[in-house]
């Protein structure tokens, strides 16, 4: 995602026009999810995928019409065998893909225009917090990193982060920042007091995904807290804990990547 907004900027800089592909809906088995790209400039080069195979075919011969025309448009594709009027695949499910022509004049900071909905709130800079937000940034998200701490709520700390948000405390964490269905939400404070309370705030919330680290005690805790406080099994059921998945991970970097891990398998609906 990283490579193909750079090459998007650069296409812009340079003053040439592009295609970008994106898939915007699925239904059933598809090989990438909503929100995939792809982006084709004038000479015909590709970068990213939406999903490879047949469909990617496809969608590259749509891409080289739409260059020509600069008419958008969005194509439906059904990933059954032709007998069955698809396209030649097996997966089995459908697919809809928007192709988008994208002019250079009219397009300002690609980036953030074009980076996708999806928008990862990190409560807290930390160690793990800063390894989090360069992985999930990597992967197409939109980060906000936000923390009440000032030497770990900076530019410096975090460069590349869309927002970072200095909190007077975590008691207003979510003061400033909207949430939808296109949320993820990853709680990492400094303490297991400030992790309850950005819980507490985060259940009342729409998300896609809650995870909250620390050890199975510690939050078995906290859930005997918020059960006494009105939260049903239903809204605990939301939450992620431990945050993460089960790979033995133990360094910040090593987190990171089980919470992205975690966060990908949610996004792509994937269930074992």
Same mark, same amino acid.
């Given at each position: 995602?990283q490579?193909?907004?750079?090459?998007g900027? $650069?296409?812009?800089?340079?003053?040439?026009?592009?295609?970008?592909?994106?898939?915007v809906?699925?239904?059933?088995s598809?090989? @990438?999810?909503?929100?995939?790209?792809?982006?084709?400039?004038?000479?015909?080069n590709?970068?990213? %995928?939406?999903? !490879?195979?047949?469909?990617?075919?496809?969608?590259?011969?749509?891409?080289?019409?739409?260059?020509?025309?600069?008419?958008? $448009?969005?194509?439906?594709?059904?990933?059954?065998?032709?007998?069955?009027?698809?396209?030649?695949?097996?997966?089995?499910?459908?697919a809809?893909?928007?192709?988008?022509y994208?002019?250079h004049?009219?397009?300002?900071?690609? *980036?953030?225009?074009?980076?996708?909905?999806?928008?990862?709130?990190?409560?807290?800079? *930390?160690?793990?917090?800063k390894?989090?937000?360069?992985?999930?940034?990597?992967?197409?998200?939109?980060?906000?990193?936000l923390?009440?701490? /000032?030497?770990f709520?900076?530019?410096? @700390?975090?460069?590349m982060?869309?927002q970072?948000?200095?909190?007077k405390?975590?008691?207003?964490?979510?003061?400033?920042? +909207?949430?939808?269905?296109? %949320?993820? =939400?990853?709680?990492?404070?400094?303490?297991?007091?400030?992790?309850? /309370?950005?819980?507490?705030?985060? =259940?009342?919330?729409?998300?896609a995904?809650?995870?909250?680290i620390?050890?199975?005690?510690?939050?078995?805790?906290?859930?005997?807290? =918020?059960?006494? /406080? !009105?939260?049903?099994?239903?809204?605990?059921? @939301?939450?992620?804990?431990?945050?993460?998945?089960?790979?033995?991970?133990?360094?910040? /970097?090593?987190?990171?990547? +089980?919470?992205?891990?975690?966060?990908?398998?949610?996004?792509?609906?994937y269930?074992?």
């Amino acid at each position: 995602m990283q490579k193909l907004i750079r090459v998007g900027r $650069d296409l812009i800089e340079n003053g040439e026009d592009f295609v970008l592909a994106k898939v915007v809906e699925t239904v059933g088995s598809t090989p @990438r999810k909503r929100n995939a790209w792809m982006l084709m400039d004038k000479n015909k080069n590709f970068y990213g %995928t939406v999903g !490879g195979g047949k469909l990617e075919a496809e969608v590259q011969k749509h891409c080289e019409k739409v260059l020509l025309s600069k008419e958008s $448009d969005v194509y439906d594709f059904s990933l059954t065998p032709l007998e069955k009027q698809g396209i030649d695949m097996q997966c089995g499910g459908n697919a809809s893909v928007s192709i988008e022509y994208i002019d250079h004049q009219q397009t300002k900071n690609f *980036g953030c225009e074009w980076r996708g909905n999806q928008k990862a709130c990190i409560f807290g800079g *930390g160690h793990v917090g800063k390894e989090v937000e360069k992985v999930l940034s990597y992967i197409g998200f939109n980060t906000i990193i936000l923390d009440d701490r /000032e030497e770990f709520a900076n530019r410096e @700390r975090f460069p590349m982060a869309p927002q970072v948000r200095l909190l007077k405390d975590f008691y207003s964490a979510f003061d400033e920042i +909207s949430c939808n269905e296109d %949320t993820y =939400l990853v709680i990492v404070t400094r303490g297991h007091s400030w992790d309850y /309370e950005v819980l507490k705030a985060a =259940l009342k919330q729409p998300s896609a995904y809650i995870g909250m680290i620390g050890s199975k005690e510690k939050n078995r805790t906290i859930f005997e807290k =918020l059960l006494q /406080e !009105g939260f049903s099994q239903k809204d605990l059921d @939301r939450v992620h804990a431990p945050i993460g998945l089960s790979i033995g991970a133990e360094t910040p /970097e090593e987190i990171a990547i +089980s919470i992205a891990g975690e966060i990908i398998k949610v996004r792509a609906g994937y269930e074992e």
